[in-house]
């Protein structure tokens, strides 16, 4: 960006904050976005089309450097249905975690061996887990999947663990009611089947049982909505040319999700309400997965062939393959299903001393028909998120702050 031309996008910019309520929280992002027509032109003049939502929020520190935010939208955030997708596996890893600190049992914790057995038609049975270290299933291993590589069955053992109805009180405890996760994913079950989980065993290194959870059914009530998107969709290898229904699928905003990212990264400034019972140690565990590359891990292990450093790294990205600066991380959680590309990130430039948060969501299916297999992830999703990610940093690295921040509790080892 030329300096002339950074100096009136700055200026606008700049403007659109200090008039305060004369602009609404979305006018910061589209005077970002219309500087750059020729990653957004089509975006912005066609907003119902890509069904685009953003939540960008800026974080400025104090001379202690304790963090306020200031919290940016575009696009309709209530009542606009998205397919959160894999996305909705963070706020359950989460809860996996708290739900172990909550049982509280003398060798109980994430690394303790987890069985999971069968009790209803169609349920799966886990024993053994062969990409662990000493192929044991357990639920930090599953935590590491789950941010790693995205991976669906280590998100379905554990939603069998919190079970329906526990994830739904959690939730609307903690400030999101309108939250709704209530299927398995990337497997076919019923509404019944999905209220239904499995069994759910423990044991210690001599194979003691320390604690056992047996099925489960979910008395949880969701409001009745209607959400029928598109134009058709393909059943069993046909052609329906109806809308698809997604009225029993997995709901939730991204504001929400943004904001429980939020609280994980930052408990000392969310109100207690918030929170989720994780220990010092758990807040430093799911910093570090959720910021690594899967080249990183060790077991599970993950080729660089197929698990590229971007791989769950959309935003500032895309789709770009290679080894990734080494002075930014991202800590993040993706999803892409049924043409929606999703990302919910805190991003942090230990060289530069910048640091934000940043969500987006995009629809891309453009034929309008789902369960096809053909969606624009290449040639408008990916692009997208690299091309947002990247206004936005370019802009936080101009952007004046008081104090610089001290970001070293997020520089870990990997």
Avoid at 114 to 129: K, L, N, R
Avoid at 138 to 167: C, M, P, W
Avoid at 201 to 207: A, E, Q, V
Wanted: charged fraction near 20%; charge should be neutral.
């Amino acid at each position: 960006m030329g300096l002339l031309l950074f100096c009136s996008f700055y200026l606008i910019c700049g403007n659109a904050q200090k008039k305060g309520n004369d602009q609404t929280s979305s006018n910061m992002i589209e005077v970002l976005l219309s500087s750059h027509p020729e990653y957004f032109k089509n975006i912005l003049a066609y907003p119902d089309s890509f069904g685009v939502q953003i939540v960008y929020t800026q974080i400025n520190r104090d001379k202690n450097n304790r963090p306020s935010f200031k919290e940016f939208t575009y696009g309709k955030q209530k009542n606009s249905y998205f397919y959160p997708a894999s996305t909705v596996k963070m706020p359950i890893a989460f809860l996996a975690l708290e739900k172990l600190n909550e049982l509280n049992l003398k060798g109980l914790d994430k690394n303790t061996t987890m069985v999971t057995d069968s009790s209803f038609d169609g349920e799966d049975v886990v024993y053994t887990h062969p990409q662990s270290a000493d192929s044991r299933a357990t639920i930090a291993h599953y935590i590491k999947q789950i941010f790693l590589v995205s991976d669906n069955d280590a998100f379905n053992r554990l939603y069998e663990f919190l079970g329906q109805e526990y994830i739904q009180k959690k939730l609307t405890q903690k400030g999101y009611p309108d939250a709704e996760i209530r299927h398995r994913l990337n497997i076919s079950k019923t509404v019944e089947q999905n209220r239904h989980t499995n069994p759910v065993s423990f044991y210690d290194t001599l194979s003691h049982l320390l604690w056992q959870q047996p099925g489960m059914f979910s008395k949880a009530v969701f409001p009745k909505k209607d959400i029928r998107m598109g134009k058709g969709y393909y059943s069993k290898g046909q052609l329906v040319n109806e809308p698809f229904d997604f009225s029993d699928k997995n709901r939730i905003s991204l504001q929400d999700q943004q904001h429980i990212l939020q609280s994980v990264l930052f408990p000392a400034v969310t109100p207690q309400k918030n929170k989720f019972n994780l220990t010092k140690e758990d807040y430093s565990f799911v910093k570090q997965w959720m910021s690594a590359y899967p080249k990183e891990s060790s077991y599970p292990y993950y080729d660089s062939t197929n698990y590229w450093d971007a791989y769950c790294k959309f935003l500032l990205y895309g789709s770009e393959r290679g080894s990734l600066p080494a002075h930014i991380r991202i800590f993040n959680k993706v999803g892409d299903a049924y043409g929606f590309l999703i990302d919910i990130t805190y991003i942090v430039d230990f060289e530069n001393h910048i640091e934000f948060l940043l969500s987006a969501v995009i629809a891309c299916n453009s034929d309008g028909i789902y369960n096809d297999d053909h969606y624009d992830y290449e040639t408008v999703g990916f692009p997208f998120m690299k091309n947002l990610g990247q206004t936005i940093y370019e802009y936080e690295l101009k952007r004046p702050r008081k104090y610089k921040p001290d970001l070293r509790a997020f520089q870990l080892n990997y």
